[in-house]
């Protein structure tokens, strides 16, 4: 396997910590010190955790892709749907939280996990493309 390959790995991986670094701007200029001290999961713990799904997806899916382009878009259905049950899990004691800023901390939950999921779709969409 070649290193080029896993363009798409290291293009996420530059994205995500773009989006992470502009996201952890808006909090620090926007939102007070008691929201980021009663969050469930930090910024970092997100992206992180996102991030490893998404490596993980797009690692199995170039695998996938150079063995056979006929099962990739099953491979990401599977795997995708994988992510959001753990996300659901995950997300169980953000549900759950009863403090002042728990609607705030769902919605930063789920711009995270679409922002990784755009990601995903969109270099999927890509390594699909690149076959025909």
């Known amino acids: 396997m070649k290193i080029v390959s896993f363009k798409p790995v290291f293009f996420s991986l530059v994205v995500s910590l773009i989006l992470f ?13 008691v929201f980021l001290n009663e969050m469930v ?14 490596a993980v997806i797009l690692f199995v899916l ?25 996300a659901y899990v995950l997300m ?12 705030s901390e769902k919605i930063n939950f789920f711009v995270i996990f679409i922002l990784f999921l755009i990601i995903e779709t969109v270099l999927t969409i890509r390594m699909l493309n690149n076959k025909q």
Do not use: R, W
């Open 62 to 86: 170039i695998v996938i892709n150079q063995k056979g382009v006929d099962n990739v878009g099953f491979a990401y259905l599977f795997l995708t749907g994988g992510k959001m049950l753990i």
């Open 41 to 54: 999961y930090s910024l970092e713990e997100l992206y992180g955790l996102f991030f490893l799904f998404t």
């Open 21 to 33: 670094f502009i996201h952890k701007l808006v909090f620090k200029l926007v939102c007070p010190n």
């Open 92 to 103: 169980q004691p953000i549900l759950n939280a009863k403090h002042a800023f728990a609607f």
